[in-house]
């Protein structure tokens, strides 16, 4: 049975070469890049467990693969989902929910690309189990801009250059936001440790502190 | 990361019979350190028991004790009112730690629970009697930097990595643990152990038991205190030595000294007899050189972390001088 299934997606998902080359599919870097991953994680599930799960043989293994209910709100937006409970709330914003503007950096809490409020509070989603949310009220940067206004913080982001390669910004101003809001704004040298577990190798940090700066003297309600 | 059984439990009754009946269940609470052990294949537990929804978040002063619930957030305990007028030695111990997006998760129960940082416990391709006990200790010999002066063995010169803990030692913090058949009570000072023989075991929490508070008895130890932490960066790194200090100073006299350090020994590492020293002496640089001396006695390096010998007198020297300059 599930074999049967995880053949049928390995030839729905394999790209012939042609493909590759000409993108006749029309795919997207992305779309390509979600199918080999897919591929791998298959290609890496040990025999013996798909074996066992396609015979019932052992129902520990079949029970593994059993995806858990999970209700939450996104950016205000309430969603009920199935997740494995290994998914940490990171893989299922960028995966299962398509908001790919939380970044996956380091994927272990050390560079905090993958900053995102959980109930107001800015944490790490990658050392989140998805399952660990259940009934939470999860905003990630896509929730920040209110349409096409954007939030005080990325406008400050973009007046003070405060990145270069932008693959930590997401998270850099989710962290930003928070800070502020916990009131850890207040002086230069506050503002940098209380911002330390946001890593930026393109090294923007004097301006990231100015843009920060800027949003917390302003005063104005974010 | 291998997958697993997930349950919640809300009540601490529930939370223990499940983790005591199966030997490959374990507890998750803040899950910053678990999580990141099992994406690294350092630990698989078969079934992951959520405590997040037990009733232990309360932070209550009552009869001179300030009780302090397991699932208090790091964070939450940090920014207390209670703890930063009465116990600002805890706060200032607490955000030297992790980052600020860490202690919004991590728990005050899984921070006492996280496992060490040494990088032969953390790679499963080398030898840790910590992570795999008969295989030898890959620091021993190997890159020792951040390893232990203190109390080590041929089996580990691991070192606890807590800040949190630091500071809860040196504060004479009790450790109250429930099981089964109802709850006891330990010293903070006897919650953690040293490696001897069997480095897998970090402390002496029983399998089918959960902390389920911290009591820590008020103190005249806020006046004069300090938590200096030495690291490789200014914010955000593990300790290569840190220092909690706290005098109690009547008249240029010491009347109560806490003296403990972190980064140094399997455990968080209490310094009675340099704090016995101290009581009724001046507080001026000689006698803290001369407990720093004192607290020194018994320490051994093991190559790379040779300068700890250098840098820990050193370290408790200036927590001593900045915690008596705060009057």
Redesign the interface.
Known sequence: MLNNDIRQSLLLFKPTMAELDNNQSGDTRRDFLKKSSLFTALSLTPLTVLKAAEGKVDE?FA???EK?PLNLKVNNKPYVLKV???A?LLDLLREQLHLTGTKKGC???QC?AC?VHVDG????SC???A??N?GKSITTIEGLAKGDELHPMQAAFIKHDGFQCGYCTPGQIM?AV??VR?G?ANSKEEI???????ICRCGAYPNIVDAIQEVKEKGTAI | MINFQYLRASVVKIALSLVSKDPKATFIAGGTNLIDLMKRGVTAPEKLIDINKLPLAQIELKNNVLHIGAMVSNSALAEDSIVKEQFPLLALALQSGASAQLRNVATVGGNMMQRTRCGYFYDTTMPCNKRQPGTGCGAIGGYNRMHAIFGTSESCIAVHPSDMCVGLVALDAQVVIANAKGERKISFADFHRLPGSTPEKDNNLQKGELIVRLEIPTNNLYKNFHYLKVRDRSSYAFALVSVAAALEISQGIIKNARLAMGGVAHKPWRLVEAENFLKGKTANASNFEDAARIAMYGAKGFGENDFKLKLAPNSIIEALTVAKAKA
Do not use: Q, W
């Open positions: 520990r029970e593994l693969f858990i494995e409970p290994r940490t994927d272990h809490g905090g900053t509070k800015r944490v790490n050392l989140s189990l399952v660990m259940e962290s928070a800070c916990e850890h940098r440790e209380y911002m330390s577990g946001n």
